[in-house]
């Protein structure tokens, strides 16, 4: 399938987990992107499942200590001064559980779009929004980019005979991933401006025409947010 | 005629009071292929990027002086109204990649001068099939080797028919083979198109033997200009070492110590499956300078990892003794404190005295309290280098230490490295002159895996 339906199917999907009112209807969405996503090669997967199910995860455990909503109160804990009593009910666990999804779903869409899809096509597909799309797209290598990167620097310790050990020995790696990407980000920009990148004049590889699946996803993406405003 | 010029063109990085270039005057004529030489930080990558119009476009900074591109000042036009006349080729073919696949990057620079669109993917498929890279059309980037994807950028210049082709040492990591393809290539395609082509390298002996013309650049002046006929014996009297093999760093030894690291019969294949190591064995003693040469994806790295204990053999055995450490290809990984001591302290412990002892070894003294960032490149790679050295490791493992590194410094780390006589030492290289000049055995990896030792 061409990259630009695929996109709007995927941000109909997205979408429809945002309108969506019931648990169950935003779990089975997340669940069929996991699908999707579980369907990519291991080594390339992995950041994006654990970004998306982590995140979700940590939003799940900590909702409840910082909603206060009534309910059956499962466990209840000290009082923290400006916080109050910190306690756990049936109402913030369910409202944890469908936040979580919400939120795995829609990470888990935006994992599908980078992992699945071409993204030079979308750049080519993209009409007057070309720059904006090449932007995104390229935003998108940033996550696999960071990957390498990290690694490269937990290489170079460990050749020094230094183990990063723990939350904080990774966090130390924060700081120097982030300048080393706006520092291939500026070699990037240069390397694109010595080809031509921004000039008013830029014609475009002619594109393929559309089948009979493309028209489909572009309907079945109108179709997720709908259905998803009136009965999910 | 010239179909590029430089006059009186000065020029300084923003906030730095050092030019980077100073009063050069050049005229580049078509067909004529000029080779640009200098150490590291004399301004050769400036003057290139002068041409192309990213200085001072892209890099601000004072300029002063002109330069010409086909009858437009750059000044007036930035590099995006001069790309197609003139074409770059960078070093790190990485960091100039913008799309995923080989054809639509190739493609890129093609759309973006306005290229009619019906003709763009046949100029792209014979820009490929001129660089003998038609069948990686369909392939991903992320695929590619790296002297795969240095021809897919080569291509994309070519691609463009510059009238003015200029290449920032594209063959920095490449084995001598595939370097050797790549210059005689492209200067085989700039000549018969009547291209200029500016040509900036480290390991100037292939470039010699194929250029026309010479520049040397020393920290920021042109001190020489002159065919290469008489560029070579201007250079064996100012610069012996631009056109010797390594030069004389002292006697090769023949009798060394214990053994500090054993591999036996190692086998590594990564997650792809693809076995880049099979039953190769290797021994290193105290006091010995090992060079491993051997082509691209040959498992160099991989033994060199095997070696030094960062990766694990999933069959045969790797006995060391002792402390090693390695030092990868790559100086940007060594910028994790705020401080240059601090920065090579973190392999002792924090020790900022023996930091201190290490970054003087290696010619940094008084740069301790300067951020790793803020090192120009060659001093970046000598901080790596520090930061390796100052375990005092019984085992140096060093990938690529030569890698964008000019003779000169080539030289002094031979002498560096042959100085100490404590440790074993095994130097993964794809420079010949270095690996002569620096050791006392050299192994070659072949891509059947087998290892020579000589």
Known sequence: MRPAPAAALLFGLAAAALLARHTASVAALAAVLLVVCLRAPVSRRWPYLIGSLGSASALFVLTPFVERLPGTVFWSGPTIPVVGTLDVTSTEL?????????????????????????????????????????????????VPALERDAAGLVEALRGRGVEPEGIRGRARLLSPLLAGSLERSLSLA??????????????????????????????????????????L | MALARAESLSFAYPGSTVPALRDVSVGLTPGEVTLVLGCSGSGKSTLLRAFAGLVPHFHGGRFSGRVELAGLDTRRHGPAQLAGTVATLFQDPEDQVVFTRVLNEVAFGLENVGTPPQEIEARALAALASVGAEHLSGRLVAELSGGELQRVCLAATLALEPRLLLLDEPTSQLDPEGAKALLELALRLARERGTAVLLSEQRPALPLELCDRVLL????????????????????????????????????????????????????AYEDHLLVLDDASLELRRGEIVALVGPNGSGKTTLAKLAAGLLEPQSGRVDRRGRATYLSQDPGRYVLRERADEEVSVGVHGDLAAASRALAAVGLAGHEARHPRDLSSGERERLALAAVL????????????TRGVD????????????????????????????????????????????????
Not at chain 1, 192 to 217: I, N, V
Not at chain 2, 415 to 426: D, E, K, S
Not at chain 2, 430 to 454: G, M, P
């Open chain 2, 407 to 454: 003779p000169e410094r080539k030289h002094e780390l031979a002498a560096l490295l042959r100085a100490n006589r404590r440790r074993a030492t095994l130097v993964v290289t794809h420079d010949e002159a270095f690996a002569r000049a620096v050791a006392d055995r050299i192994v070659s990896l072949a891509l059947d895996r087998e290892l020579v030792h000589a």
């Open chain 2, 390 to 401: 100052a375990p005092e490791p019984d085992l140096l493992v060093l990938d690529e230490p």
């Open chain 1, 190 to 231: 240069e390397a694109m401006e010595a080809r031509g990148f921004g000039r008013p004049d830029a014609t475009r590889l002619p594109q393929p025409r559309w089948g009979l699946r493309e028209p489909l996803a572009l309907a079945g993406a109108a179709l997720a947010v709908v259905v998803g405003v009136l009965w």
């Open chain 1, 94 to 142: 369910s409202g944890a559980l469908f936040n979580a999804c919400r939120l795995a779903a829609v990470s888990l869409a935006f994992s599908a779009y980078a992992l699945w899809l071409d993204h030079d096509r979308l750049v080519q597909a993209a009409g007057f929004a070309r720059r904006s799309v090449l932007a995104v797209a390229l935003a998108t290598r940033l």
């Open chain 2, 217 to 268: 650049l020393d920290d920021g002046r042109l001190t020489f200009d002159g065919p290469v006929g008489r560029a070579r014996a201007w250079l064996e009297e100012h610069h012996p070492l631009f056109v010797s093999a390594g030069g004389d760093v002292g006697v090769h030894l023949h009798h060394f110590g214990e053994v500090t690291s054993r591999l036996d019969g190692v086998s590594y």
